[in-house]
């Protein structure tokens, strides 16, 4: 990367100590209320490919010693040198090397077993990967989530009082279906397993290892009917 590419790249935060902590506060309300639609404000100036709560949420979250898998397309653009730049992360070939990863909307996820799952001694050697999908909606409504192949889950487990709902729209390819059956496969490994956001253009949703996602998907229909 040359110094003319480096002259290209977006600012970070504005304050870096104070964004990375309201930035962080976001991810971990979020992982500690799964299901739960977090707004995720910042002023960095976010590269042009993958969503904008997505970079910041790495930018707070990478550091010098973290590894980071970027899908294709993210690998390919801007992105790969503003996290490389403001955070000094090491960029990784496979999923497997990776501590992160970063799955842009249009590419397709890896399956889920290809990410580091930690070990039984060692849990906490597992990945968070970062998904960006097109829109997220709490509840049963989905009035934010207009996409032909939006789909509803209903989600159980630690951090939600009985059962939560929620709506997601635009999965990355292979398919909404083919994640919740890689999903239920990742919750039975606990206390090995990925931990994931999914990441809309400024909110995220946490779904941490022990978060069960109820495999009875509903598929809206072009008038948005589930």
């Not at 995720?40 to 970079?55: K, N």
């Not at 090491?90 to 990776?98: E, I, K, S, T």
Request: aromatic share 6%.
């Amino acid at each position: 990367m040359n110094t003319h590419d480096l002259s290209k790249l977006g600012a970070g935060f504005s304050d870096a100590a104070l964004g990375s902590q309201s930035v962080f506060r976001a991810a971990l309300q979020a992982l500690s209320h799964p299901g739960r639609v977090t707004a995720l404000p910042h002023d960095a100036q976010t590269p042009s490919r993958g969503h904008p709560a997505s970079a910041a949420l790495l930018l707070a979250l990478l550091d010098p010693d973290c590894t980071l898998w970027l899908s294709p397309s993210l690998a390919a653009s801007d992105a790969a040198a503003w996290l490389r730049f403001h955070t000094g992360c090491v960029l990784v070939d496979a999923p497997d090397q990776a501590q992160f990863a970063w799955v842009a909307q249009g590419d397709e996820c890896p399956a889920l077993e290809r990410f580091a799952h930690g070990s039984d001694a060692y849990p906490d050697q597992s990945a968070t990967c970062v998904l960006d999908v097109a829109a997220l909606s709490e509840g049963r409504d989905g009035s934010d989530v207009n996409a032909a192949n939006a789909q509803a889950w209903t989600l159980r487990g630690p951090g939600i009082q009985h059962s939560t709902r929620i709506e997601v729209g635009g999965l990355p390819r292979p398919g909404d279906s083919a994640f919740t059956v890689q999903w239920a496969a990742n919750h039975a490994g606990f206390p090995r397993g990925i931990d994931l956001f999914l990441a809309a253009p400024q909110q995220i949703v946490g779904l941490p290892r022990t978060t069960h996602i109820d495999a009875r998907i509903e598929a809206r229909t072009e008038e948005g009917e589930a």
